[in-house]
């Protein structure tokens, strides 16, 4: 089988790749272990698609929310992204002072419409929140999407435009001809190509460092709380600083309830630790206490990437013919997948990204012996 590009990996950065390339008229095989696709983390988050707080990854996120504006009508599907803002808070002055660092930094590259909120502004937002808190900021282009349907909504866009979706298949390495990248191998058989696009988000650093590339990758695991549906006051998301913890309004009248990631002692596991939600839960407590009234009816967890630096890989692996990495986006996957597909095809069909990648070069730490 031969095909332009193969894409190991049908998350959300994988099928948006498939999707701009086949815009382009590339013939695009995109290779899924799973049996659909945007099954593991890019379906298994709290779908914020939040620009506040961003570091050297702030200019792909303000791009990015610049495509998820018009996306669900160039998809042809209902993503239900809404840009709601995003609310972050401080409950103490050593807070603050983080929150204005942020603000200047996020001024000083364009996000300029974030601003600091007053105690009574912040529970003018959010009714019922806690008189603990001392400060806010607040984003009003950050929003919220559905993460189980935007993956699909991408392999589905792309199909319409010629590319195919294998599912259940497992990539189990490279095709080399010399200094290139040929094409992989999978249980199946061969799959020749052009170019190979590695996305497997936390399994892509064996692959990396197969053609000598370290990509190092720490797993970790984002759990979920899901509550019933009732009317609440949560009008947007909100983080607050040294919490471990979010609230995430949806469509559908849910509230997610998410504790921040921590390093996967399962290694690839989608366990939930019950302690962790029990204990979680009754904090929460304390910043709405209104939540006491509302029942959590499901939990779920994701496998998050962890990198040294916080940051992703993003491009072309140097020294190496044919072949591309996205992976390690270090819980900013969600919001970045649109702007980093596009990046990503027009990379690989030979146009230069307007976006600095240097920051998430794949090489940038200790290439491995091969």
Same mark, same amino acid.
């Given at each position: 089988?031969?095909?332009?590009?193969?894409?190991?990996?049908?998350?959300?950065?994988?099928?948006?790749?498939?999707?701009?390339?086949?815009?382009?008229?590339?013939?695009?095989?995109?290779?899924?272990?799973?049996?659909?696709?945007?099954?593991?983390?890019?379906?298994?988050?709290? %779908?914020?698609?939040?620009?506040?707080?961003?570091?050297?990854?702030?200019?792909?996120?303000?791009?990015?929310?610049?495509?998820?504006?018009?996306?669900?009508?160039?998809?042809?599907?209902?993503?239900?992204?809404?840009? #709601? %803002?995003?609310?972050?808070?401080?409950?103490?002055?050593?807070?603050?002072?983080?929150?204005?660092?942020?603000?200047?930094?996020?001024?000083?590259?364009?996000? #300029?419409?974030?601003?600091?909120? =007053?105690?009574?502004?912040?529970?003018?937002?959010?009714?019922?929140?806690?008189?603990?808190?001392?400060?806010?900021?607040?984003?009003?282009?950050?929003?919220?999407?559905?993460?189980?349907?935007?993956?699909?909504?991408?392999?589905?866009?792309?199909?319409?435009?010629?590319?195919?979706?294998? #599912?259940?298949?497992?990539?189990?390495?490279?095709?080399?001809?010399? =200094?290139?990248?040929?094409?992989? #191998?999978?249980?199946?058989?061969?799959?020749?190509?052009?170019?190979?696009?590695?996305?497997?988000?936390?399994?892509?650093?064996?692959?990396?460092?197969?053609?000598?590339?370290?990509?190092?990758?720490?797993?970790?695991? =984002?759990?979920?709380?899901?509550?019933?549906?009732?009317?609440?006051?949560?009008?947007?998301?909100?983080?607050?600083?040294?919490?471990? %913890?979010?609230?995430?309004?949806?469509?559908?009248?849910?509230?997610?309830?998410?504790?921040?990631?921590?390093?996967?002692?399962?290694?690839? =596991?989608?366990?939930?630790?019950?302690?962790? $939600?029990?204990?979680?839960?009754?904090?929460?407590?304390?910043?709405?206490?209104?939540?006491?009234?509302?029942?959590?009816?499901?939990?779920?967890?994701?496998?998050?990437?962890?990198?040294?630096? %916080?940051?992703?890989?993003?491009?072309?692996?140097?020294?190496?013919?044919?072949?591309?990495?996205?992976?390690?986006?270090?819980?900013?996957?969600?919001?970045?997948?649109? $702007?980093?597909?596009? $990046?990503?095809?027009?990379? $690989?069909?030979?146009?230069?990204?307007?976006?600095?990648?240097?920051?998430?070069?794949?090489?940038?730490?200790?290439?491995?012996?091969?």
């Amino acid at each position: 089988m031969k095909t332009d590009v193969v894409i190991v990996g049908g998350g959300l950065i994988g099928c948006a790749t498939a999707y701009y390339l086949a815009k382009k008229k590339s013939n695009v095989i995109v290779i899924e272990k799973d049996a659909g696709v945007g099954l593991q983390a890019s379906g298994r988050n709290a %779908g914020m698609v939040r620009q506040q707080a961003r570091k050297a990854a702030l200019p792909l996120a303000m791009a990015s929310v610049r495509l998820w504006a018009a996306l669900a009508q160039e998809l042809e599907n209902d993503l239900g992204y809404t840009r #709601t %803002g995003y609310l972050k808070i401080a409950l103490d002055e050593a807070g603050v002072a983080v929150l204005e660092n942020e603000m200047a930094w996020e001024h000083a590259h364009g996000l #300029t419409e974030v601003r600091m909120l =007053s105690p009574d502004e912040c529970r003018d937002k959010i009714i019922g929140l806690t008189d603990r808190v001392v400060a806010g900021k607040f984003c009003p282009t950050d929003g919220i999407a559905n993460p189980m349907l935007v993956t699909p909504a991408y392999a589905r866009a792309a199909q319409r435009l010629g590319a195919e979706i294998k #599912t259940r298949t497992t990539v189990t390495g490279l095709l080399r001809q010399g =200094s290139a990248v040929r094409g992989v #191998t999978t249980e199946q058989g061969e799959i020749e190509a052009e170019v190979v696009v590695n996305a497997a988000g936390p399994w892509a650093c064996h692959l990396n460092e197969s053609i000598g590339c370290a990509t190092p990758i720490t797993p970790g695991l =984002s759990q979920l709380m899901f509550t019933e549906r009732r009317a609440h006051n949560l009008v947007c998301p909100v983080g607050v600083l040294g919490f471990g %913890g979010y609230f995430v309004p949806t469509h559908a009248g849910n509230m997610v309830l998410g504790i921040s990631g921590v390093p996967n002692k399962y290694g690839y =596991s989608t366990r939930v630790e019950y302690s962790d $939600i029990t204990a979680k839960a009754a904090q929460m407590l304390e910043i709405l206490p209104w939540l006491s009234q509302v029942s959590v009816i499901r939990t779920m967890s994701g496998i998050t990437e962890y990198t040294p630096d %916080g940051e992703p890989y993003i491009g072309a692996v140097p020294g190496t013919r044919g072949f591309f990495t996205a992976v390690g986006f270090h819980g900013q996957g969600f919001c970045l997948g649109p $702007i980093v597909g596009k $990046i990503l095809a027009d990379l $690989i069909t030979g146009k230069e990204s307007s976006i600095s990648l240097a920051t998430f070069k794949p090489d940038r730490f200790a290439r491995v012996q091969g």
